[in-house]
T-cell receptor
Framework: KAGVTQTPRYLIKTRGQQVTLSCSPI?????VSWYQQTPGQGLQFLFE???????NKGNFPGRFSGRQFSNSRSEMNVSTLELGDSALYLC?????????????FGSGTQLSVL | GESVGLHLPTLSVQEGDNSIINCAYS??????FIWYKQESGKGPQFIID?????DKRQGQRVTVLLNKTVKHLSLQIAATQPGDSAVYFC???????????FGRGTSLIVHP
């Protein structure tokens, strides 16, 4: 099976712009989660989607949003970018079911906000 | 909220040595723990997990120990190799949840 695929790999944006990141989960995985990784804060949970519905949300402002499509692919959007949004954004998928808590991560999208 | 922490941000070892990476957790409701390895330019990768009804679990060259009394988790890597150089994260998941809280990470550097 192919792993979790994230595009683009790198992005450079300026303050005030908006950005959309894409994630294709492992085939058969219906849960997709997004994480922000920075040197200062580590891995922070953004949100989780399952069956096109946001099931859990972390402690991030409303500028961070996401969605999931019927094929389980997911996108996240950040509007009105700030310098502090510079980070590695990781997508992770997992199969649904009891005992299936471990996450399978993509390589991430490195976002730089100038 | 409660968080998972690590004692050592950086661990340097010689090739062939055994490595021990420690993690303290604070949520007594956590009943599932996972260790992830993140190599440069990649996302975290699952290494080994353990549930709270166990105190030890072994994999290939890796062992995870869980001490619920002091809320401590450790990852032992036997005969450490240069390819083991990476950042290692512990993660805890409370019972009834499946959203992990990650520790800050420990950078393991293996010198040939």
């Amino acid at each position: 099976k192919a792993g979790v695929t994230q595009t683009p790999r790198y992005l450079i944006k300026t303050r005030g712009q908006q950005v959309t990141l894409s994630c294709s989960p492992i085939s058969g995985h219906r849960s997709v989660s997004w994480y922000q990784q920075t040197p200062g804060q580590g891995l922070q949970f953004l949100f989780e989607y399952f069956s096109e519905t946001q099931r859990n949300k972390g402690n991030f402002p409303g500028r961070f949003s996401g969605r999931q499509f019927s094929n389980s692919r997911s996108e996240m959007n950040v509007s009105t970018l700030e310098l502090g949004d510079s980070a590695l954004y990781l997508c992770a998928s997992r199969p649904e079911g009891r005992g299936e808590e471990k996450l399978f991560f993509g390589s991430g999208t490195q976002l730089s906000v100038l | 909220g409660e968080s998972v922490g690590l004692h050592l941000p950086t661990l340097s070892v010689q090739e062939g040595d055994n490595s021990i990476i420690n993690c303290a957790y604070s949520n007594s409701a956590s009943d599932y723990f996972i260790w992830y390895k993140q190599e440069s330019g990649k996302g975290p990768q699952f290494i080994i997990d353990i549930r709270s009804n166990m105190d030890k679990r072994q994999g290939q060259r890796v062992t995870v120990l869980l001490n619920k009394t002091v809320k401590h988790l450790s990852l032992q890597i036997a005969a450490t190799q240069p390819g083991d150089s990476a950042v290692y994260f512990c993660a805890e998941i409370p019972g009834g949840s499946y959203i992990p809280t990650f520790g800050r990470g420990t950078s393991l550097i293996v010198h040939p």
